[in-house]
Nanobody
Framework: VQLVESGGGLVQPGGSLRLSCAASGFTFSSYAMSWVRQAPGKERELVAAITSAGGSTNYADSVKGRFTISRDNAKNTVYLQMNSLKPEDTAVYYC???????????WGQGTQVTVSS
């Protein structure tokens, strides 16, 4: 099983980034997916989540209207489009897969997002 995040980096405030998480080794279309972030010295925070078929999403209040989660089950990939980035969005962003039915969950290794001028 692998979840491989990409797309992180350094961006100025107000800029945009698109994170990708490529999954392999499990039935991606059966798993809900989410993005979770952790800033230095802070607890992990659920940023956005999407159901297995992509029909429902939810977001942390801090990112509503700025971030969009989506998935492509044909490509086994989940995305996080991040617009209007703020310095407080700086964190390591992790991809997570969860299946209540299978009782399984997986994590990626994380990708660093730094918002700074």
């Amino acid at each position: 099983v692998q979840l491989v995040e990409s797309g992180g980096g350094l961006v100025q405030p107000g800029g945009s980034l698109r994170l990708s998480c490529a999954a392999s080794g499990f039935t991606f279309s059966s798993y809900a997916m989410s993005w979770v972030r952790q800033a230095p010295g802070k607890e992990r925070e659920l940023v956005a989540a999407i159901t297995s078929a992509g029909g429902s999403t939810n977001y942390a209040d801090s990112v509503k209207g700025r971030f969009t989660i989506s998935r492509d089950n044909a490509k086994n990939t989940v995305y996080l489009q991040m617009n209007s980035l703020k310095p407080e969005d700086t964190a390591v962003y992790y991809c997570n897969a969860e299946s209540i039915v299978a009782g399984q969950g997986y994590w990626g290794q994380g990708t660093q997002v730094t918002v700074s001028s």
